[in-house]
């Protein structure tokens, strides 16, 4: 099965603090992905990545940036962290090489936002 | 404007019996659907899933029915087990179309618990 490591597993800020989440994918897929889940809103995409250097906004991109400097890390930073941005978020890679409908998901990182 | 809709928030089934989950979509370039199952703590997990040239697609106790002229899709778990009692999510792709954006269309979810 396909692997992907999310760091940290759990974290708990401030308001207005910078916080940064990386994704780490040892399938060397091109695409990778960044959703939030929060209750009553089931996934949503945040950013995504086609390529190193290459990366595109989601559906609910505002407030977070991405980077992609290397195949296997996809960062996804909130420069100034707010209470709305308190979720679990979840790195997603494709189940298969190329680009395909499923993927496959990391485990979460967990952000309290106080 | 959601394109991807999970009406029920949440659905209790006896054990044994047959779980039916619904999900209603609005934009027509979608082309492939797909199923994911969530436990608390995890990440979701593909459970089964259906390309647009299909009506039904079954693995094991799971089949998934699309139905294009009304834009639905139902899973379908029998017989229902405990283990089954989880977070269901429909999900939507048009990347075959080119019609949407990258990345997969999700609903909010169906909390399905079987009762023993």
């Known amino acids: 099965d396909a692997g992907i490591t999310q760091s940290p597993r759990h974290k708990v800020t401030e308001t207005g603090t910078p916080v940064t989440l990386r994704c780490h994918q040892t399938e060397n897929h091109r695409y990778m992905y960044w959703y939030r889940q929060d209750p009553g809103h089931g996934l949503r995409l945040i950013h995504y990545?086609?390529?190193?250097?290459?990366?595109d906004k989601g559906e609910v991109s505002d407030g977070y940036s991405v980077s992609r400097s290397k195949t296997e890390d996809f960062l996804l930073t909130l420069e100034s962290a707010t209470s709305s941005q308190t979720s679990v978020y979840f790195c997603?890679?494709?189940?298969?090489?190329?680009?395909?409908?499923?993927?496959?998901f990391g485990e979460g990182s967990r952000l309290t936002v106080l | 404007d959601q394109q991807v809709k999970q009406n029920s928030p949440s659905l209790s089934v006896q054990e044994g019996r047959i779980s039916i989950l619904n999900c209603d979509y609005t934009?027509?370039?979608?082309?492939?659907f797909l199923w994911y199952k969530k436990y608390p703590a995890e990440g979701p997990t593909f459970l089964i899933s259906i390309s647009s040239i299909k009506d039904k697609n079954e693995d094991g106790r799971f089949t998934v029915f699309l139905n294009k002229s009304a834009k639905h899709l139902s899973l379908h778990i029998v017989p229902s087990q405990p283990g089954d009692s989880a977070v269901y999510f429909c999900?939507?792709?048009?990347?075959?179309?080119?019609?949407?954006?990258?990345?997969?269309?999700f609903g909010k979810g169906t909390h399905l618990i079987i009762q023993p």
């Open positions: 990545s086609y390529g190193v250097k290459d990366t």
């Open positions: 934009n027509s370039m979608f082309d492939y």
């Open positions: 999900a939507a792709s048009a990347l075959g179309t080119g019609g949407g954006a990258d990345g997969l269309t």
């Open positions: 997603a890679i494709p189940r298969y090489q190329g680009r395909t409908g499923e993927l496959f």
